[in-house]
């Protein structure tokens, strides 16, 4: 069957540039013939780690809701936005919670990591720390990142970059991974037979 991708947009405000840019990775990864669960982290309501809370109730609904969707697909796509040069709190709690379920759920998936920032550099920095407990928890994070810069000027009104050489980039990046992630899904398939 197609190849199924979480898209989740990890910042919580409804006007989420990341949230924009997580919708037109959907739509031109539906184009391309992949079957595409688009989320917002909005979804997955949860308490900051706490491990007493853990340990008295078990891993938060929010979190193994997200597990869950996780779960369902091949691989996923995180538009995240940069706080602080660094992750936002909002994701890296959420991959905490999430990280603390067996079997661990981020191991061995494929994702792909864009951001969106108002500044010049595009929240790359942001992209480049959200590798860290990502790596660290075994997904295979893709090498290459799409970050768009000045984005709230970023999109037109039809939700596609402004900039035709950026939406085409955006495009081969979105492409590429997809054809990565099929090639490793259809290998592990042979292997298992
Ligand atoms: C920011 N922002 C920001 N942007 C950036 O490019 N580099 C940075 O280091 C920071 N730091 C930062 C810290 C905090 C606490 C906030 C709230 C914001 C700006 C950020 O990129 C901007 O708010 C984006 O619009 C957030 O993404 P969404 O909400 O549009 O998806």
Not at 43 to 53: K, R
Not at 102 to 117: D, E, I, N, Y
Request: charged share 25%.
């Amino acid at each position: 069957g197609p190849l199924r991708v979480l898209v989740l947009g990890t910042a919580l405000r409804t006007a989420s540039t990341n949230a924009r840019l997580a919708s037109l990775v959907s739509r031109m990864m539906t184009e391309a013939g992949a079957d595409v669960d688009l989320a917002s982290m909005r979804e997955f309501d949860m308490p900051l780690y706490d491990g007493d809370a853990e340990a008295a109730h078990g891993v938060p609904d929010g979190a193994l809701a997200l597990r869950d969707r996780l779960e369902r697909c091949d691989a996923f796509v995180l538009a995240s936005p940069e706080y602080n040069a660094s992750v936002s709190g909002v994701v890296k709690n959420a991959i905490d919670w999430v990280s603390r379920v067996r079997p661990q759920p981020f191991k061995t998936k494929h994702a792909l990591l864009v951001s969106a920032s108002p500044s010049l550099v595009g929240g790359n920095r942001g992209l480049w720390a959200l590798r860290v407990p990502l790596e660290h928890l075994g997904t295979r994070v893709y090498p290459d990142m799409f970050s768009l810069a000045s984005a709230h000027e970023g999109f037109a009104e039809d939700g596609q970059l402004t900039d035709p050489a950026l939406q085409e980039r955006l495009h081969e990046t979105v492409t590429a991974f997809l054809h990565l992630v099929e090639a490793d899904t259809r290998y592990v398939c042979l292997q298992r037979r």
